[in-house]
């Protein structure tokens, strides 16, 4: 028995239904996949950069506490006082993390994974 021509359409509607969802899972699997990447060689190139930061900071301040403490003729006191700065810091950082710090993260976490420039 031929097929009927409306049964011959409700397949090609099923096949191109079927391939449609098919292209769409796997544009959303690449678009996943490209996003990925691209937040992966951020935060890598972002680690190197803190990394480096960090080595600077250091280095930066035991120059100057050895500095501070060749003023003071007591390489201690240098030390004591770049500690204290330190620590006056922490303890603003600390008071001023919910409403500026926190804040600041979460923006800049989620600017990095959708991939925005600025603010």
């Known amino acids: 028995m031929p097929e009927s021509h409306d049964q011959k359409q409700s397949e090609d509607f099923v096949s191109l239904i079927k391939e449609y ?4 899972v796997e544009l959303t699997r690449l678009t996943a996949i490209d996003k990925l990447t691209v937040l992966i060689a951020s935060l890598i190139t972002d680690a190197f950069i803190v990394i480096a930061m960090l080595l600077t ?9 050895l500095f501070i403490g060749e003023l003071l003729n007591s390489y201690a006191a240098g030390f004591g006082i770049i500690a ?27 600017r990095k994974i959708f991939n925005k420039k600025g603010k």
């Open 57 to 65: 900071f250091l280095f930066a301040s035991l120059t100057l506490a």
């Open 84 to 110: 204290l700065l330190y620590l006056a810091i922490a303890l603003i950082a600390n008071s001023t993390k919910e409403k500026y710090i926190t804040k600041f993260l979460q923006d800049f976490m989620v």
């Open 21 to 24: 969802i098919a292209t769409k």
